[in-house]
């Protein structure tokens, strides 16, 4: 495993949760840190991951490193024929990425992207019951993503924007209901923190996509929530919709003098928000590993969740519609 | 109409807007309370009934005076062939109520009883529902009816009890659902109010009815709400469950820091609450004095819940379950 | 009273059951239609306006007739001095409207536009509570709204288009949390109705506005919703989020097999879901006359939504995001 | 750990995955049972206890064998200093019960029972506000507890009736929040199940209980549920309520023609719904044993509810409401 933070430890608690799968080693320049996963797991530490790939008995690599390793790691374990699990993004630079996609070609080795929210069970679920026809044809997609607090300026200044930072899990999202987006708009808004905007970057937005079928996908996005990490999602068919709210600990309502039936707050975050889909995920990527079934969502995914980021950012700075000319999918076709 | 208190004047409010009824009288001891609803419906005052019944043109009265008074005032109204509806109880005698049928035998007059809870919509569709099929056999019943604060002392002294003054209408809405009960159980406690208790009354009950079928009913009853009026009600039979929960001036939910999802408090009391069941209430006695189907629920079903309150005041003093030996039917039928 | 259809309708029952109102004509060319309505409330009927302003009795008139009246009808109105509650949209053309606003400039007869979802209970609770601060800094306002099924081929031909014609609505209750609007971005698709993309027109849309202090509001519109008439609204903010959702008939929720907690269908259509704000509408309409107060939402709210709707469907056939130069208050201030 | 059935794999689960205890033995005289558990998790299986008690670096015991053998295994246990886990009832029969209870007496290994609804976290989250007071004085409790389907009749031949069987955890989940309760009244039912009827056992029922300080709280029961597992619960008390709802697989709802909102079934039984308590009592137990602090619920909880399960039955079968003379706790004391 590379990188120890906080992504880090869940899944290494997960790796070693998991039956048939052995944590061996833990990554971390911070080798403090490394260390001290790897004691709770019985993993070894290293602070490079020249130690790693060095093990040839490795079957898989999970990347949580900062962004700028991503797309070295994946070239790193690739090469050596190990599985990659990473996370999002690839890199915030699509040059780079495309790159590294022609280098992948003829691998055979599974790399998938860690688009976690895809295993949410209640966005599975809704997904799986679209494909089943039971909303009819899938004609609007809403979807609410607001995370509980802002992070500090320095992870701003290092994020590449809203867009592909925070926005990149919607826009992977979206494509999860309707692969093939061939337009993006997007605003940005400045309403709560000022230091945000002095980094040029937004702490507000909308996003609209339009699907090859005439799907229409609503994106809003902010960097604050009062009430805690708001991660919504409605599919609106033909025949009906399907809608996955909010998760609060427990059920357990309140009723008092002020107002009736109110719930805990909502998960306050990522970490125990997802941490069912997390655990799925690698349930996931595990399987494929076994199975040899081509890893999804794979680096193409994370690649074109990126290229409608980038339309994103320059839709909300030019104030135009930006068209999506390609279209990615595992296969590699283009859409022209 | 006799009697201009605060259930009278929703009646009052009803007659005037129902199309097709005029609001002839209003009487009512306190002249200046009659005359001032009269006024706001362009109707005479009195503070004497008398003036009411000589008045030969009158097609049916609403009764809304003190308890004491219900016999009397039916009495007069049958005698005269005027359709009478009449607010719960009948009497807190089931000797004098059951003398009063006696007399009614014979007569065409209407009697319906003003047990406006089966014309709340909810209540009503889940019985409709369950009597067109949609649970299968109904096998439990629970009900819970709590007050937002009690009454005065004043009131209590003359209620003749909870069980006949508040879980009376819990008592009719069981039997809306499983008429035939053919036990009771009754438990009560003081919890709240010491000046409840110094009466020798209770502030908080649990009931338990037996139907004829097996049928479990319970009952949960309190004096104080301090969320509201709480009024609801589950069905649960062998193909499922219907319930009907409390009711909120609107939809809007509120989500901060404290607690998400919450509702405004419920409407206050059985005014507010009940309002729409008020309004089917008066269509329903309208009707039936068009059609001269009979009323329901009738002086009978008024008589039945008494019953079974006396059965529950007498369980809950003496600790037994209390058998009901008849079965009271607009037919006037009895089980033995 | 102008017009008999639906709408007419429920205006002339609620002006009706008002207090110290009298519904004194009802105008209609189908003098059948006309007549019925009249025949109901006791008023008079006829087949020309004409006869409606020459009783110079009236106070204040209710226009329901097609678009293409309305101006005519409000001029002759205002020119008697008498007030008018004119249903939405004033025209489909803004210049006509413009032209209006200019004549209109000194009178002092009471002009109010029937945008009745500014009265609905729970959207004026939440738009009251945001103004009393209860979620802070209004940040962003998302607004569902889709009809339960299309309209006819010949209703859409004279409709203007979804944006003037439904999306209007939503543009208006916009407005109604933010009234200063700086741009317009919408998006068309055609995914349901054949009929509706032969006549050049959209079936499903998602709008885009901005307002002045960087608020970001979101609506999703459709022509259909297989599970009834869809109006929902969420306003959040710095300290909150405040949510309306749909209102279906009864509390009553079912437990079965296959699901649980379902509530029953939504109300079917504007008639029922806003009978209360119907009703809310006309008791302002009236307090405005009385009071003297400016009705709100006026002529120049009424124009301002225009405005918007033109906005929006140009932005959707040039694929541009549109800026709002001026904006539209009772004082008529332009921005610049 | 002796049993290997379905909760007994439940526990092996949790046991396994637990860090800092390790899974030993897995007795079972079905001995490829005890097998199969064993392989899964690497534990010595045996057919029988002998070979587990003879183990004298064994710490602690769950018991999940068939309720005859629970208080021999409860002695062999104690009697080496060995902490037990044992899942209720203690036995069906009061009598040795109590004699166990006797035998217990200055011996310093830790017994709990394996009532793991206390450990539900939506449960234990509510008691917890009340014993901080969040709703006053506790006043009223309401329990729901349904069972999806009846257990075949050879189960119910040993069960020891639905009271002992099943109520025993609502009473013990009523002991939870009133420790002491003085009157047990309680009513069953046939509605549902033919060959239970047969048996001489109840089908559906309604419990009442009185706590010292005037708390009632009423029970429902039924071997069934067509819509799933029902477990709820409803605290009220001077200041508000606090309610715990049941627990679907996600928070998706559908919306279709027939019915909104609708949430997906519950989950099945009590493995699932009950899988966090299951994890979270067997945290309490390993804390426990660490920190010497007695476990709750301990052995004397196994027979407070035992007793009320006993004064059930025989309120159920003579109608009268059964006064319970002493109060069980930790400390042993009596009433009186």
């Given amino acids: 495993m590379c990188g120890s933070g906080r992504i880090g430890r869940v899944h290494a608690a997960n790796i070693a949760a998991h039956p048939g799968v052995n944590l061996a080693w833990v990554a971390d320049p911070v080798i403090s840190s490394a ?22 008995s490795l079957d898989a690599v999970v990347v949580c490193s900062p962004t700028p390793t991503h797309i070295d790691l994946i070239r790193a374990a690739v090469g050596r024929g190990v599985a990659v699990l990473c996370e999002k993004p690839i890199d915030l630079d699509i040059g780079r990425v495309r790159s590294c996609l022609a280098d992948l070609a003829g691998s055979t080795a599974a790399v998938m992207m860690g688009f976690n929210r895809r295993f949410d069970p209640a966005f599975a679920a809704i997904r799986q019951r679209v494909q089943a026809g039971e909303i009819g044809r899938l004609e609007q997609l809403t979807i609410t993503s607001r995370d509980p607090a802002p992070p500090p300026a320095s992870y701003i200044a290092a994020s590449g924007g809203i867009f592909r930072d925070m926005s990149i899990h919607d826009l992977d999202m979206a494509r999860f209901f309707i692969p093939d987006v061939v337009e993006v708009t997007a605003h940005g808004a400045n309403v709560s923190s000022d ?26 996005n902010s960097r604050h929530s009062a009430y805690g990490y708001d991660q919504r999602l409605e599919a609106f068919g033909s025949q009906g919709m399907l809608r996955a709210d909010n998760i609060s600990p427990t059920t357990v309502r309140s009723f008092g003098t002020l107002a009736v039936e109110g719930a805990d707050p909502y998960e306050p975050f990522f970490l125990e928000r997802y941490a069912a889909a997390y655990r799925r995920e690698l349930d996931a990527f595990v399987d494929a590993i076994h199975t040899g079934i081509p890893c999804s969502p794979g680096f193409e995914d994370g690649m074109a969740a990126l290229i409608l ?24 076709a283009l859409r022209k």
């Fill in 309 to 332: 980021a980038d339309a994103a950012a320059e839709s909300a700075s030019t104030g135009k519609t930006i068209a999506i000319e390609e279209v990615i999918t595992h296969e590699g």
């Fill in 35 to 56: 260390s001290e996963v790897a004691a709770l797991y019985g993993a070894r530490a290293t602070g490079s991951t020249d130690d790693v790939f060095a093990d040839t």
């Fill in 195 to 220: 230091y945000i905007a002095e980094a040029g970057d937004f702490d507000s937005a909308a996003i609209t996509l339009r699907g090859r079928n005439g799907e229409l996908v609503s994106i809003t």
